[in-house]
Protein backbone atom coordinates (compact mmCIF):
# COMPACT_ATOMS: atom_id res chain seq x y z
CA UNK A 1 0.00 0.00 0.00
CA UNK A 2 1.41 2.94 -0.83
CA UNK A 3 0.55 6.21 1.06
CA UNK A 4 -0.12 10.11 -0.29
CA UNK A 5 3.48 11.64 0.70
CA UNK A 6 2.16 15.46 1.66
CA UNK A 7 5.33 17.57 0.23
CA UNK A 8 5.84 21.39 0.71
CA UNK A 9 8.53 23.87 -0.76
CA UNK A 10 9.97 26.83 1.01
CA UNK A 11 11.07 30.33 -0.88
CA UNK A 12 13.92 32.14 1.37
CA UNK A 13 13.45 35.69 -0.35
CA UNK A 14 16.36 38.18 1.13
CA UNK A 15 19.53 39.93 -0.24
CA UNK A 16 21.16 39.59 3.40
CA UNK A 17 21.00 35.87 2.66
CA UNK A 18 22.40 35.55 -0.51
CA UNK A 19 25.21 38.19 0.54
CA UNK A 20 26.56 35.81 3.62
CA UNK A 21 25.63 38.93 5.94
CA UNK A 22 22.69 36.55 7.73
CA UNK A 23 22.86 32.97 8.53
CA UNK A 24 19.60 31.22 7.40
CA UNK A 25 17.55 29.59 10.27
CA UNK A 26 14.35 29.24 8.83
CA UNK A 27 14.89 26.19 6.64
CA UNK A 28 15.95 23.84 9.11
CA UNK A 29 12.98 25.68 11.62
CA UNK A 30 10.53 25.04 8.98
CA UNK A 31 11.86 21.37 7.98
CA UNK A 32 11.49 20.39 11.93
CA UNK A 33 7.86 21.93 12.24
CA UNK A 34 6.88 20.40 8.91
CA UNK A 35 8.02 16.78 10.16
CA UNK A 36 5.60 17.14 12.93
CA UNK A 37 2.66 17.64 10.34
CA UNK A 38 3.22 15.17 8.68
CA UNK A 39 4.58 16.76 5.53
CA UNK A 40 8.25 16.86 3.51
CA UNK A 41 10.21 19.36 3.22
CA UNK A 42 11.24 18.84 -0.51
CA UNK A 43 12.67 21.54 -2.22
CA UNK A 44 14.07 25.06 -0.67
CA UNK A 45 14.82 28.09 -2.98
CA UNK A 46 17.19 31.28 -1.67
CA UNK A 47 16.29 34.40 -4.08
CA UNK A 48 17.24 38.04 -4.03
CA UNK A 49 14.70 40.99 -3.26
CA UNK A 50 13.89 41.17 -6.65
CA UNK A 51 10.20 40.92 -8.55
CA UNK A 52 11.04 38.53 -11.22
CA UNK A 53 13.16 35.71 -9.03
CA UNK A 54 10.10 35.78 -6.58
CA UNK A 55 7.82 35.15 -8.82
CA UNK A 56 9.51 32.49 -10.34
CA UNK A 57 10.41 30.52 -7.55
CA UNK A 58 7.02 30.71 -5.71
CA UNK A 59 4.66 30.46 -8.79
CA UNK A 60 7.30 27.04 -9.50
CA UNK A 61 6.55 25.49 -5.63
CA UNK A 62 2.96 26.34 -5.07
CA UNK A 63 2.35 24.29 -8.15
CA UNK A 64 4.89 21.52 -7.71
CA UNK A 65 3.94 20.95 -4.28
CA UNK A 66 0.79 20.62 -2.05
CA UNK A 67 1.79 23.66 0.23
CA UNK A 68 4.39 26.75 -0.71
CA UNK A 69 6.22 28.48 1.92
CA UNK A 70 7.40 32.04 1.79
CA UNK A 71 9.79 33.38 4.20
CA UNK A 72 11.39 37.62 4.45
CA UNK A 73 10.75 40.58 3.12
CA UNK A 74 7.10 41.41 4.51
CA UNK A 75 7.89 44.54 6.78
CA UNK A 76 7.45 47.72 6.17
CA UNK A 77 10.66 49.48 4.11
CA UNK A 78 11.03 49.85 0.20
CA UNK A 79 13.05 46.42 0.62
CA UNK A 80 10.18 44.30 1.49
CA UNK A 81 8.22 43.28 -1.59
CA UNK A 82 7.04 39.70 -1.17
CA UNK A 83 3.56 40.72 -1.27
CA UNK A 84 3.47 42.47 -4.46
CA UNK A 85 5.51 39.93 -6.05
CA UNK A 86 3.61 37.11 -4.95
CA UNK A 87 -0.01 39.02 -5.89
CA UNK A 88 1.68 39.49 -9.35
CA UNK A 89 2.43 35.93 -9.40
CA UNK A 90 -0.77 34.79 -8.22
CA UNK A 91 -2.66 37.51 -10.96
CA UNK A 92 -4.34 39.36 -8.39
CA UNK A 93 -4.28 42.98 -7.04
CA UNK A 94 -2.59 44.05 -3.56
CA UNK A 95 -5.48 45.57 -0.88
CA UNK A 96 -5.29 46.32 2.17
CA UNK A 97 -6.76 43.76 4.66
CA UNK A 98 -9.35 45.29 6.91
CA UNK A 99 -8.78 43.26 9.94
CA UNK A 100 -4.80 44.17 9.42
CA UNK A 101 -5.46 47.56 9.19
CA UNK A 102 -7.38 47.10 12.68
CA UNK A 103 -4.29 44.85 13.97
CA UNK A 104 -2.01 47.04 13.24
CA UNK A 105 -4.13 50.41 14.57
CA UNK A 106 -4.18 48.79 17.89
CA UNK A 107 -0.49 47.53 17.49
CA UNK A 108 0.85 51.00 16.51
CA UNK A 109 -1.64 52.79 18.98
CA UNK A 110 0.60 53.79 21.48
CA UNK A 111 3.55 53.45 19.26
CA UNK A 112 3.25 56.75 17.68
CA UNK A 113 0.60 55.76 15.42
CA UNK A 114 -0.67 54.12 12.15
CA UNK A 115 1.81 55.98 9.45
CA UNK A 116 1.48 54.98 5.68
CA UNK A 117 4.64 52.74 5.71
CA UNK A 118 3.18 50.72 8.61
CA UNK A 119 0.27 50.68 6.91
CA UNK A 120 2.26 48.75 4.07
CA UNK A 121 1.73 45.66 6.50
CA UNK A 122 -1.73 45.48 6.03
CA UNK A 123 -1.19 44.93 2.42
CA UNK A 124 -2.09 41.47 0.88
CA UNK A 125 -2.84 39.48 -2.13
CA UNK A 126 -6.54 39.62 -2.81
CA UNK A 127 -7.92 36.62 -1.58
CA UNK A 128 -5.78 36.25 1.73
CA UNK A 129 -6.52 35.35 5.46
CA UNK A 130 -4.36 36.36 8.20
CA UNK A 131 -2.03 34.47 10.23
CA UNK A 132 -2.06 35.41 13.81
CA UNK A 133 1.74 37.33 15.05
CA UNK A 134 1.96 37.89 18.44
CA UNK A 135 4.63 38.77 18.24
CA UNK A 136 5.29 42.19 16.26
CA UNK A 137 2.52 44.55 14.80
CA UNK A 138 2.24 42.30 11.00
CA UNK A 139 0.72 39.15 10.12
CA UNK A 140 1.68 36.43 8.62
CA UNK A 141 -0.62 35.28 5.43
CA UNK A 142 -2.24 32.64 4.05
CA UNK A 143 -3.26 32.51 0.04
CA UNK A 144 -4.61 29.28 -1.09
CA UNK A 145 -1.49 26.70 -0.40
CA UNK A 146 0.93 29.99 -0.32
CA UNK A 147 1.78 30.81 3.34
CA UNK A 148 3.77 34.19 3.22
CA UNK A 149 5.57 34.36 6.71
CA UNK A 150 7.92 36.71 8.40
CA UNK A 151 11.98 36.46 7.83
CA UNK A 152 12.92 36.65 11.63
CA UNK A 153 13.15 33.08 13.16
CA UNK A 154 11.89 34.12 15.93
CA UNK A 155 8.66 35.83 14.57
CA UNK A 156 8.34 33.35 12.14
CA UNK A 157 8.12 30.47 14.60
CA UNK A 158 5.51 32.21 16.40
CA UNK A 159 3.99 31.98 12.73
CA UNK A 160 4.39 28.72 12.32
CA UNK A 161 2.91 28.10 16.23
CA UNK A 162 -0.11 29.57 15.10
CA UNK A 163 -0.56 27.51 12.04
CA UNK A 164 0.23 24.07 14.08
CA UNK A 165 -2.15 20.97 13.54
CA UNK A 166 -3.95 23.65 10.64
CA UNK A 167 -2.71 22.13 7.88
CA UNK A 168 -3.69 18.70 6.27
CA UNK A 169 -0.85 16.03 6.22
CA UNK A 170 0.34 12.22 6.76
CA UNK A 171 2.11 10.09 8.90
CA UNK A 172 4.89 12.32 10.65
CA UNK A 173 8.24 11.50 9.20
CA UNK A 174 10.02 9.40 12.19
CA UNK A 175 13.90 9.53 12.18
CA UNK A 176 16.31 7.13 14.29
CA UNK A 177 20.16 7.11 14.41
CA UNK A 178 22.93 4.48 15.16
CA UNK A 179 26.55 5.77 15.30
CA UNK A 180 29.80 4.11 14.27
CA UNK A 181 33.26 5.14 15.27
CA UNK A 182 34.29 4.11 12.22
CA UNK A 183 35.30 5.68 8.54
CA UNK A 184 32.01 5.81 6.42
CA UNK A 185 34.19 3.99 3.40
CA UNK A 186 34.78 1.22 5.39
CA UNK A 187 31.15 0.36 5.82
CA UNK A 188 29.93 1.60 2.28
CA UNK A 189 29.56 -2.00 1.02
CA UNK A 190 27.65 -2.54 4.27
CA UNK A 191 25.31 0.01 3.95
CA UNK A 192 24.70 -0.68 0.14
CA UNK A 193 23.38 -3.99 1.14
CA UNK A 194 20.59 -2.64 3.50
CA UNK A 195 19.92 -0.08 1.50
CA UNK A 196 18.88 -2.47 -1.33
CA UNK A 197 17.57 -5.05 1.16
CA UNK A 198 15.22 -1.90 2.52
CA UNK A 199 14.46 0.76 -0.01
CA UNK A 200 14.02 -0.67 -2.95
CA UNK A 201 13.26 1.75 -5.83
CA UNK A 202 14.07 5.54 -3.72
CA UNK A 203 10.62 7.44 -5.18
CA UNK A 204 8.59 4.90 -3.36
CA UNK A 205 11.15 3.82 -0.47
CA UNK A 206 9.37 3.13 2.68
CA UNK A 207 12.72 4.24 4.70
CA UNK A 208 16.01 6.24 3.64
CA UNK A 209 19.28 5.38 4.98
CA UNK A 210 21.67 8.47 5.46
CA UNK A 211 25.55 8.32 6.15
CA UNK A 212 26.87 11.41 7.59
CA UNK A 213 30.53 11.52 8.59
CA UNK A 214 32.17 13.23 10.92
CA UNK A 215 35.99 14.01 12.49
CA UNK A 216 35.81 14.73 16.56
CA UNK A 217 38.51 13.73 19.44
CA UNK A 218 40.69 13.36 16.72
CA UNK A 219 39.14 10.40 15.53
CA UNK A 220 36.84 9.80 12.13
CA UNK A 221 33.14 8.34 13.05
CA UNK A 222 29.93 8.53 10.80
CA UNK A 223 26.05 8.10 12.07
CA UNK A 224 23.82 6.44 9.85
CA UNK A 225 20.06 8.35 9.98
CA UNK A 226 16.51 6.17 8.87
CA UNK A 227 13.71 8.18 7.96
CA UNK A 228 10.80 7.18 6.89
CA UNK A 229 6.79 8.00 7.50
CA UNK A 230 6.05 3.76 8.70
CA UNK A 231 7.84 3.79 11.94
CA UNK A 232 7.77 0.06 12.01
CA UNK A 233 9.43 -0.11 8.97
CA UNK A 234 12.19 2.48 10.07
CA UNK A 235 12.75 0.54 13.50
CA UNK A 236 13.19 -2.84 11.59
CA UNK A 237 16.13 -1.42 8.99
CA UNK A 238 17.79 0.11 11.67
CA UNK A 239 17.91 -3.17 13.62
CA UNK A 240 19.16 -4.82 10.59
CA UNK A 241 21.64 -2.11 9.95
CA UNK A 242 22.65 -2.32 13.54
CA UNK A 243 22.98 -5.95 13.76
CA UNK A 244 24.97 -6.07 10.63
CA UNK A 245 27.42 -3.86 11.86
CA UNK A 246 27.68 -5.58 14.93
CA UNK A 247 28.21 -9.25 13.12
CA UNK A 248 30.90 -6.96 11.19
CA UNK A 249 33.20 -5.94 14.57
CA UNK A 250 32.17 -2.43 15.38
CA UNK A 251 30.59 -0.68 18.02
CA UNK A 252 27.26 0.59 17.76
CA UNK A 253 26.07 3.94 19.54
CA UNK A 254 22.25 4.05 19.48
CA UNK A 255 20.93 7.11 18.92
CA UNK A 256 24.13 8.24 17.08
CA UNK A 257 27.30 9.59 18.26
CA UNK B 1 29.32 53.22 -17.81
CA UNK B 2 27.35 49.79 -16.27
CA UNK B 3 29.90 47.12 -15.18
CA UNK B 4 29.77 43.22 -16.11
CA UNK B 5 28.41 41.24 -13.19
CA UNK B 6 29.65 38.34 -12.57
CA UNK B 7 26.86 35.56 -10.60
CA UNK B 8 26.89 32.55 -9.39
CA UNK B 9 24.22 29.57 -8.28
CA UNK B 10 24.42 27.15 -5.80
CA UNK B 11 22.60 23.71 -5.21
CA UNK B 12 22.71 22.91 -1.85
CA UNK B 13 22.00 18.20 -2.15
CA UNK B 14 21.56 16.79 0.71
CA UNK B 15 17.92 14.85 2.88
CA UNK B 16 19.72 16.02 6.19
CA UNK B 17 19.60 19.51 5.08
CA UNK B 18 15.71 19.08 4.39
CA UNK B 19 15.29 16.99 6.87
CA UNK B 20 16.21 19.66 9.55
CA UNK B 21 18.72 17.06 10.56
CA UNK B 22 21.50 19.62 9.48
CA UNK B 23 21.93 23.39 9.54
CA UNK B 24 23.49 24.52 6.67
CA UNK B 25 26.64 26.47 6.73
CA UNK B 26 27.29 26.42 3.20
CA UNK B 27 25.27 29.06 2.00
CA UNK B 28 27.03 31.50 4.09
CA UNK B 29 30.23 30.89 3.80
CA UNK B 30 30.40 30.95 -0.20
CA UNK B 31 28.72 33.93 -0.58
CA UNK B 32 31.69 35.48 1.47
CA UNK B 33 34.30 33.79 -0.49
CA UNK B 34 32.03 34.78 -3.90
CA UNK B 35 32.04 38.00 -2.59
CA UNK B 36 35.75 38.30 -2.19
CA UNK B 37 36.38 36.86 -5.86
CA UNK B 38 33.50 40.13 -7.05
CA UNK B 39 31.11 36.81 -7.56
CA UNK B 40 27.38 37.77 -6.35
CA UNK B 41 25.65 34.91 -5.07
CA UNK B 42 22.30 35.15 -7.15
CA UNK B 43 20.60 32.07 -6.40
CA UNK B 44 20.71 29.15 -4.01
CA UNK B 45 18.51 25.82 -4.45
CA UNK B 46 18.36 23.19 -2.21
CA UNK B 47 17.37 19.02 -3.08
CA UNK B 48 17.15 15.92 -2.08
CA UNK B 49 19.18 12.90 -2.78
CA UNK B 50 17.23 12.17 -5.80
CA UNK B 51 18.67 12.22 -9.20
CA UNK B 52 16.08 14.37 -11.21
CA UNK B 53 16.03 16.71 -8.87
CA UNK B 54 19.63 17.57 -8.88
CA UNK B 55 19.68 17.31 -12.49
CA UNK B 56 17.13 20.01 -12.76
CA UNK B 57 19.03 22.26 -10.32
CA UNK B 58 21.90 21.94 -11.81
CA UNK B 59 21.38 22.56 -15.49
CA UNK B 60 19.22 25.31 -14.28
CA UNK B 61 21.39 27.09 -12.58
CA UNK B 62 24.90 26.43 -14.74
CA UNK B 63 23.01 27.82 -17.67
CA UNK B 64 22.05 30.92 -16.23
CA UNK B 65 24.58 32.01 -14.27
CA UNK B 66 28.64 32.34 -14.78
CA UNK B 67 29.34 29.84 -12.20
CA UNK B 68 27.67 26.84 -10.53
CA UNK B 69 28.61 25.41 -7.19
CA UNK B 70 27.44 22.62 -5.40
CA UNK B 71 27.93 21.07 -1.95
CA UNK B 72 27.10 17.92 -0.76
CA UNK B 73 27.05 14.05 -1.81
CA UNK B 74 30.36 13.27 -2.88
CA UNK B 75 31.39 10.86 -0.52
CA UNK B 76 31.60 6.75 -0.67
CA UNK B 77 28.29 5.48 0.49
CA UNK B 78 24.87 4.88 -1.57
CA UNK B 79 23.26 8.22 -0.88
CA UNK B 80 26.45 10.00 -2.60
CA UNK B 81 24.86 10.16 -6.05
CA UNK B 82 26.21 13.75 -7.04
CA UNK B 83 28.55 12.83 -9.57
CA UNK B 84 26.21 10.76 -11.09
CA UNK B 85 23.47 13.03 -11.41
CA UNK B 86 25.78 16.02 -13.04
CA UNK B 87 27.59 13.62 -15.04
CA UNK B 88 23.74 12.54 -16.45
CA UNK B 89 22.73 16.18 -16.51
CA UNK B 90 26.08 17.31 -18.30
CA UNK B 91 25.18 14.55 -20.88
CA UNK B 92 28.56 13.00 -20.13
CA UNK B 93 30.06 9.48 -18.87
CA UNK B 94 31.54 8.82 -15.47
CA UNK B 95 35.54 7.90 -15.07
CA UNK B 96 37.78 7.29 -12.95
CA UNK B 97 39.96 10.04 -12.69
CA UNK B 98 43.36 8.75 -12.65
CA UNK B 99 44.97 11.55 -10.87
CA UNK B 100 42.36 11.26 -7.90
CA UNK B 101 42.76 7.49 -8.11
CA UNK B 102 46.52 7.90 -7.17
CA UNK B 103 45.73 10.71 -4.29
CA UNK B 104 43.00 8.14 -2.72
CA UNK B 105 45.60 5.43 -3.24
CA UNK B 106 48.21 7.56 -1.18
CA UNK B 107 45.79 8.40 1.60
CA UNK B 108 44.13 5.16 2.19
CA UNK B 109 47.62 3.19 1.71
CA UNK B 110 48.31 3.26 6.03
CA UNK B 111 44.99 3.32 6.46
CA UNK B 112 43.69 -0.22 5.08
CA UNK B 113 43.72 0.07 1.34
CA UNK B 114 41.70 1.23 -1.34
CA UNK B 115 38.34 -0.67 -1.70
CA UNK B 116 35.86 -0.62 -4.50
CA UNK B 117 33.76 1.82 -1.96
CA UNK B 118 36.66 4.77 -1.66
CA UNK B 119 37.42 4.30 -5.33
CA UNK B 120 34.04 5.71 -5.69
CA UNK B 121 35.68 8.88 -4.89
CA UNK B 122 37.67 9.23 -7.64
CA UNK B 123 34.82 8.95 -10.12
CA UNK B 124 34.30 12.18 -11.94
CA UNK B 125 32.05 13.47 -14.99
CA UNK B 126 33.55 12.78 -17.80
CA UNK B 127 36.14 16.09 -18.62
CA UNK B 128 36.36 17.29 -15.52
CA UNK B 129 39.57 18.80 -13.48
CA UNK B 130 40.00 18.25 -9.51
CA UNK B 131 39.86 20.77 -6.73
CA UNK B 132 42.52 19.87 -4.09
CA UNK B 133 41.73 18.54 -0.64
CA UNK B 134 43.96 18.52 1.91
CA UNK B 135 41.45 17.59 4.43
CA UNK B 136 40.58 13.98 3.36
CA UNK B 137 40.73 11.66 0.60
CA UNK B 138 38.13 12.86 -2.35
CA UNK B 139 38.64 16.05 -4.05
CA UNK B 140 36.60 18.10 -5.79
CA UNK B 141 35.78 18.38 -8.88
CA UNK B 142 35.39 21.19 -11.87
CA UNK B 143 33.44 20.25 -15.36
CA UNK B 144 33.50 23.91 -17.17
CA UNK B 145 31.53 26.40 -15.31
CA UNK B 146 30.29 23.59 -12.59
CA UNK B 147 31.84 23.06 -9.38
CA UNK B 148 31.14 20.09 -7.13
CA UNK B 149 32.43 19.94 -3.67
CA UNK B 150 32.08 18.23 -0.19
CA UNK B 151 28.96 18.97 2.31
CA UNK B 152 31.11 18.99 5.35
CA UNK B 153 31.60 22.59 6.09
CA UNK B 154 35.37 22.60 7.01
CA UNK B 155 35.90 20.60 3.67
CA UNK B 156 34.14 22.85 1.85
CA UNK B 157 36.31 25.73 2.87
CA UNK B 158 39.61 23.84 2.51
CA UNK B 159 38.08 23.39 -1.41
CA UNK B 160 37.77 27.08 -1.72
CA UNK B 161 40.90 27.80 -0.41
CA UNK B 162 42.20 26.12 -3.27
CA UNK B 163 40.06 27.84 -5.92
CA UNK B 164 40.81 31.48 -4.08
CA UNK B 165 41.82 33.85 -7.21
CA UNK B 166 41.66 31.31 -9.86
CA UNK B 167 37.65 32.10 -11.12
CA UNK B 168 37.32 35.34 -13.14
CA UNK B 169 35.28 38.59 -11.14
CA UNK B 170 34.15 41.57 -11.13
CA UNK B 171 35.04 44.19 -8.68
CA UNK B 172 34.25 42.45 -4.96
CA UNK B 173 31.02 43.64 -3.29
CA UNK B 174 31.50 46.17 -0.52
CA UNK B 175 28.92 46.61 1.86
CA UNK B 176 28.49 49.26 4.99
CA UNK B 177 26.31 49.07 7.79
CA UNK B 178 24.87 51.91 10.01
CA UNK B 179 22.13 50.88 12.74
CA UNK B 180 19.83 53.19 14.92
CA UNK B 181 17.48 52.52 17.95
CA UNK B 182 14.23 52.95 15.53
CA UNK B 183 11.93 50.95 14.57
CA UNK B 184 12.31 50.76 10.98
CA UNK B 185 8.66 51.68 10.15
CA UNK B 186 9.25 55.25 11.39
CA UNK B 187 11.99 55.72 9.05
CA UNK B 188 10.46 53.72 6.07
CA UNK B 189 9.78 56.73 4.28
CA UNK B 190 13.20 58.15 4.39
CA UNK B 191 14.45 55.26 3.86
CA UNK B 192 12.42 55.55 0.50
CA UNK B 193 13.74 58.70 -0.13
CA UNK B 194 17.50 57.39 -0.18
CA UNK B 195 16.47 54.34 -2.36
CA UNK B 196 14.91 56.64 -4.76
CA UNK B 197 17.93 59.12 -4.73
CA UNK B 198 20.68 56.35 -4.71
CA UNK B 199 19.15 53.10 -6.59
CA UNK B 200 17.48 54.04 -9.35
CA UNK B 201 16.26 50.89 -11.24
CA UNK B 202 16.60 47.94 -9.12
CA UNK B 203 18.39 45.72 -11.88
CA UNK B 204 21.04 48.26 -12.50
CA UNK B 205 21.53 50.13 -9.11
CA UNK B 206 24.92 51.00 -8.34
CA UNK B 207 24.09 50.37 -4.80
CA UNK B 208 20.93 48.30 -2.99
CA UNK B 209 19.77 49.28 0.56
CA UNK B 210 18.43 46.61 2.94
CA UNK B 211 16.85 47.50 6.18
CA UNK B 212 17.16 44.68 9.21
CA UNK B 213 14.88 45.31 11.98
CA UNK B 214 15.58 43.54 15.36
CA UNK B 215 14.84 43.39 18.97
CA UNK B 216 17.54 43.21 21.84
CA UNK B 217 18.05 44.35 24.95
CA UNK B 218 13.93 45.09 25.38
CA UNK B 219 14.54 47.47 22.43
CA UNK B 220 13.84 47.49 19.01
CA UNK B 221 16.29 48.84 16.44
CA UNK B 222 17.86 47.97 12.24
CA UNK B 223 20.95 47.90 10.74
CA UNK B 224 21.10 49.66 7.33
CA UNK B 225 23.42 48.14 4.30
CA UNK B 226 24.29 49.69 1.43
CA UNK B 227 25.43 47.35 -0.82
CA UNK B 228 27.18 47.48 -3.97
CA UNK B 229 30.58 47.32 -6.32
CA UNK B 230 31.80 50.94 -6.63
CA UNK B 231 32.85 51.87 -2.95
CA UNK B 232 32.37 55.50 -3.77
CA UNK B 233 28.50 55.15 -4.81
CA UNK B 234 28.43 52.74 -1.25
CA UNK B 235 30.23 55.92 0.69
CA UNK B 236 27.83 58.38 -0.75
CA UNK B 237 24.88 56.50 0.03
CA UNK B 238 25.82 55.70 3.40
CA UNK B 239 26.96 58.83 4.36
CA UNK B 240 23.77 60.48 2.44
CA UNK B 241 21.63 58.10 4.49
CA UNK B 242 23.47 58.93 7.64
CA UNK B 243 22.60 62.69 7.68
CA UNK B 244 19.46 62.43 6.63
CA UNK B 245 18.42 60.41 10.03
CA UNK B 246 21.03 62.78 11.99
CA UNK B 247 18.23 65.63 10.79
CA UNK B 248 15.56 63.55 11.73
CA UNK B 249 16.78 63.27 14.92
CA UNK B 250 18.48 59.78 15.01
CA UNK B 251 21.70 58.68 16.72
CA UNK B 252 23.39 56.75 14.09
CA UNK B 253 25.77 54.18 15.15
CA UNK B 254 28.47 53.75 12.38
CA UNK B 255 29.21 50.00 11.85
CA UNK B 256 26.13 49.14 12.53
CA UNK B 257 24.49 48.16 15.99
Redesign the interface.
Known sequence: MSERIWTAGLV?I????????????N??????WL?VQGI???????????TP?IVEAVNTLRTRYDYCFTTGGI?????DITVDAIAEGLGVPVIVHPEAREELEAHYET??GL????L??ARVPDGATLIANRMS?APGIRHGNVFILAG?PHITAGMLAALTGTLEGGRP?V?RTIGCWV????V??L??AV?RDHCGD??DAAV???????FREGRVGANF?V?GADGDAVARCIADLSERLALAGYNVTPDGI
Open positions: VGDEILSGRTQDRVAQLAVNRLSEVRMVADRAGPTHDRGTEARRMGVLSAESEAELREAKAIGSYPFVR
